[in-house]
């Protein structure tokens, strides 16, 4: 599942459907830009606060998966914890997937 997660952000990111960064993520919340925000699980207990908050504000959907050096590897980013998916289909794949509601698994 994971290798699968990793790949799919990979995806996301050479489609360009994968933007980073806390400034990036947050302002493309408040643009309704995001249809899946992804928080590292290593981020600090107050930006995780503050970005689900506003996600869920603007019907987002926001989950907490990976360590930001796995997610920043996976993506071709350097230390990042924070990312956004802008394309609906990645983000139900990827949602699908952390979840563990992918098909074929009931």
Same mark, same amino acid.
């Given at each position: 599942?994971? !290798?699968?997660? %990793?790949?799919?952000?990979?995806?996301?990111?050479?489609?360009?459907?994968? #933007?980073? =960064?806390?400034?990036?993520?947050?302002?493309? #919340?408040?643009? !309704?830009? @995001?249809?899946l @925000? #992804?928080?590292? /699980? %290593?981020?600090? &207990?107050? *930006?995780?606060? $503050? @970005?689900?908050?506003?996600? /869920? &504000?603007?019907g987002?959907?926001?989950?907490?998966? +990976? !360590?930001?050096? &796995?997610?920043?590897?996976?993506?071709?980013?350097?230390?990042? +914890?924070?990312? =956004?998916? *802008?394309?609906?289909?990645?983000? %139900?794949?990827?949602?699908? /997937?952390? %979840? =563990? $509601?992918?098909? +074929?698994? =009931?």
């Amino acid at each position: 599942m994971r !290798k699968k997660i %990793d790949s799919y952000l990979g995806f996301a990111a050479k489609s360009q459907n994968l #933007i980073s =960064g806390y400034h990036t993520c947050l302002y493309s #919340i408040k643009q !309704k830009r @995001l249809k899946l @925000l #992804i928080l590292s /699980e %290593d981020l600090s &207990e107050n *930006t995780v606060k $503050k @970005l689900t908050k506003l996600s /869920e &504000e603007n019907g987002i959907p926001s989950r907490i998966y +990976g !360590k930001t050096d &796995e997610l920043s590897k996976a993506t071709g980013n350097r230390e990042r +914890g924070v990312f =956004g998916i *802008t394309d609906i289909n990645f983000a %139900d794949i990827i949602l699908k /997937e952390i %979840d =563990g $509601k992918a098909p +074929g698994r =009931g």
